[in-house]
Antibody
Framework: EVQLLESGGNLVQPGGSLTLSCAASGFTFSSYAMSWVRQAPGKGLEWVSSISNAGTTYNAESVKGRFTISRDNSKNTLCLQMDNLRVEDTALYYCAKGRQAFDVWGQGTMVTVSP | EIVLTQSPDTLSLSPGERATLSCRAS???????LAWHQQKPGQAPRLLIY???NRATGIPDRFSGSGSGTDFTLTISRLEPEDFAVYYC?????????FGQGTRLEIK
């Protein structure tokens, strides 16, 4: 069974940093692009960042220069390093398989940025 | 960035009725790279349709997608109780992926 399990969400102050992880199983992780999508409380979906299977990265304008996506194919793990966090980054962060139509989603990990 | 506008914001229908949800893009979506996702309260989204009209694995055939260019439609032929949820369109034809704001399908 294909599964994605996010972790690392927490409460952090504005300007702080946090690293999210996503453990993948049930598919050949190294063959697929992966992405992060977030959802602020009561709001819609917002694409954050993607990484190709070869390591090319893509970022939304709202996080460019602050968030860094990476992957470790030996550990089947996707990461999101988030620096200089803002209140508006508060959201449930989903890991998703692919960089086109996201066909598998994790259950999400909550990031709260508050003084 | 391609802006996706969904309509209506909320759609109130009864089980058994037909639902038609719209997604309009601010510019043409390359190769019809348009997907639809369903999200129920407290759950992660689920892919329904990709490539504008292709059902994802395990999706019932009452769900269908159509359209091209800038205008796309998700149709649910006969609503089942489990279909009441929020639906999002997503375009992936550019490096900057975008979602619509969502349509809430509620029970009338």
């Amino acid at each position: 069974e294909v599964q994605l399990l996010e972790s690392g969400g927490n409460l952090v102050q504005p300007g702080g940093s946090l690293t999210l992880s996503c453990a993948a199983s049930g598919f050949t992780f190294s063959s697929y692009a992966m992405s992060w999508v977030r959802q602020a409380p009561g709001k819609g979906l917002e694409w954050v960042s993607s990484i190709s299977n070869a390591g090319t990265t893509y970022n939304a304008e709202s996080v460019k220069g602050r968030f860094t996506i990476s992957r470790d194919n030996s550990k089947n793990t996707l990461c999101l390093q988030m620096d200089n966090l803002r209140v508006e980054d508060t959201a449930l962060y989903y890991c998703a398989k692919g960089r086109q139509a996201f066909d598998v989603w994790g259950q999400g990990t909550m990031v709260t940025v508050s003084p | 960035e391609i802006v996706l506008t969904q309509s209506p914001d909320t759609l109130s229908l009864s089980p058994g009725e037909r639902a038609t949800l719209s997604c309009r893009a601010s510019q043409s979506v390359s190769a019809n790279y348009l997907a639809w996702h369903q999200q129920k309260p407290g759950q992660a989204p689920r892919l329904l349709i990709y490539g504008a009209s292709n059902r994802a694995t395990g999706i019932p055939d009452r769900f269908s997608g159509s359209g091209s260019g800038t205008d796309f439609t998700l149709t649910i032929s006969r609503l089942e109780p489990e279909d009441f949820a929020v639906y999002y369109c997503q375009q992936y034809g550019t490096a900057l992926i975008t979602f619509g704001q969502g349509t809430r399908l509620e029970i009338k």
